[in-house]
């Protein structure tokens, strides 16, 4: 068991390989304030005390079990559990997609624009979209500054996107309250917005159901949804959830979460932290069985501490190699 540590902008991602029978499976942690782990030193130390429990002869299925157990943090322990998956699809030489039974992605991932002022939104579209194959643009709305500037931003945004087709989504991150949300929903569903992806806080999902009630655009649930059991808790109030891989702690858990929404009817979509390509590959491993998909936080980094998971027209697409098809580049081994 190896442990590195990639740059990431201003901050850092830490990397597992798991080696045995001459594989080496490949995992990745993106530490997260919110995520019960901040920095690569919490999350190595939160995988030690679990590795120091033993991990050999017992089932990827019942080491996660083990790891919700002891708590270890979902956005540290998903990096064993990516790297777990890896090596099993690596020693059935199969691709992780075919392994798991997914069917080859064909939905475009969006690319996510942050929340600004106009000038930036003028000058970062062109940035996003010319010379690329993006299809799709998730605009971060929810501003501290309210909806007006939410409304501005957004008009800058349709303004800037006229000369592409692109479909545009909308993540408002928990920025409103149900009565900004239900206006803000008919605003954005009258200029054609496909989605609304967390319109309220993290635990107030009781106004989810005020909310629901003649909704003028699908509701997703991104922060409110974690693990597959606070599913059935909201499942009736949102048409769609939204899993990370670094909120549920890895592919195990999104199997789960895939199969609950499903259970109750709903939709899925897969989203990212800031996370590199390693992570991305084994989320994009199961894109073939999800609705929508926002795995775009690689394109961002300069430059991408590990490779495989590239945009091919639109589309984050899992290689077709045996494993999820990524790892981290030697000249960033620790
Ligand atoms: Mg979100």
Same mark, same amino acid.
């Given at each position: 068991m190896a442990i590195s540590r990639g740059v990431r902008y201003d901050s850092y991602n830490l990397f597992v390989s798991y080696e045995k029978d001459?594989?080496?499976?490949?995992?990745?942690?993106?530490?997260?304030?919110?995520?019960?782990?901040?920095?690569?030193?919490?999350?190595?130390?939160?995988? &030690?005390?679990?590795?120091?429990?033993?991990? &050999?002869?017992?089932?990827?299925?019942?080491?996660?079990?083990?790891?919700?157990?002891?708590?270890?943090?979902?956005c540290a322990y998903v990096a064993l559990d990516t790297a777990f998956w890896d090596w099993t699809a690596k020693k059935a030489q199969l691709p992780l997609r075919e392994l798991l039974g997914f069917?080859?992605?064909?939905?475009?991932?969006?690319?996510?624009?942050?929340?600004?002022?106009?000038?930036?939104?003028?000058?970062?579209?062109?940035?996003?979209?010319?010379?690329?194959?993006?299809?799709?643009?998730?605009?971060?709305?929810?501003?501290?500054?309210?909806? &007006?500037?939410?409304?501005?931003?957004?008009?800058?945004?349709?303004?800037?996107?006229?000369?592409y087709k692109v479909k545009l989504r909308v993540d408002a991150n928990g920025g409103w309250d149900v009565t900004q949300a239900q206006h803000?929903?008919?605003?954005?569903?009258?200029?054609?917005?496909?989605?609304?992806?967390?319109?309220?806080? &993290?635990?107030?999902?009781?106004?989810l159901k005020t909310l629901f009630k003649g909704r003028a655009l699908p509701i997703y649930?991104?922060?409110?949804?974690?693990?597959?059991?606070?599913?059935p808790g909201f499942a009736a109030h949102v048409d769609g959830v939204n899993m990370k891989l670094m909120k549920c702690g890895g592919i195990t858990e999104a199997l789960r979460i895939i199969a609950t929404a499903r259970a109750h009817g709903l939709k899925t979509m897969i989203g990212c932290m800031s996370e590199s390509s390693v992570a991305i590959a084994a989320a994009a491993a199961l894109t073939g069985g999800i609705d929508h998909?926002?795995?775009?936080s690689h394109y961002n980094l300069a430059p991408d501490p590990s490779e495989g998971a590239p945009m091919i027209n639109g589309v984050t697409l899992p290689p077709e190699i045996p494993g999820h098809g990524a790892h981290l580049k030697e000249e960033f081994y620790a």
């Open positions: 001459g594989h080496i499976g490949w995992g990745e942690a993106a530490p997260g304030n919110s995520e019960g782990a901040a920095t690569p030193e919490a999350v190595q130390e939160a995988l &030690e005390k679990f590795i120091a429990t033993g991990i &050999e002869g017992f089932s990827i299925q019942t080491l996660y079990d083990r790891a919700r157990e002891m708590q270890i943090p979902p069917s080859i992605p064909h939905t475009p991932t969006s690319v996510t624009i942050g929340i600004n002022p106009p000038e930036i939104v003028k000058e970062r579209v062109p940035l996003l979209l010319n010379g690329t194959t993006v299809q799709s643009l998730k605009i971060k709305l929810g501003s501290p500054d309210g909806i &007006e500037a939410d409304k501005m931003m957004f008009n800058q945004v349709v303004e800037s996107t006229k000369k803000m929903m008919q605003w954005l569903a009258e200029r054609r917005v496909d989605y609304i992806e967390q319109p309220l806080k &993290e635990g107030e999902e009781e106004g649930v991104d922060e409110s949804c974690r693990f597959s059991q606070n599913i998909i926002d795995l775009d």
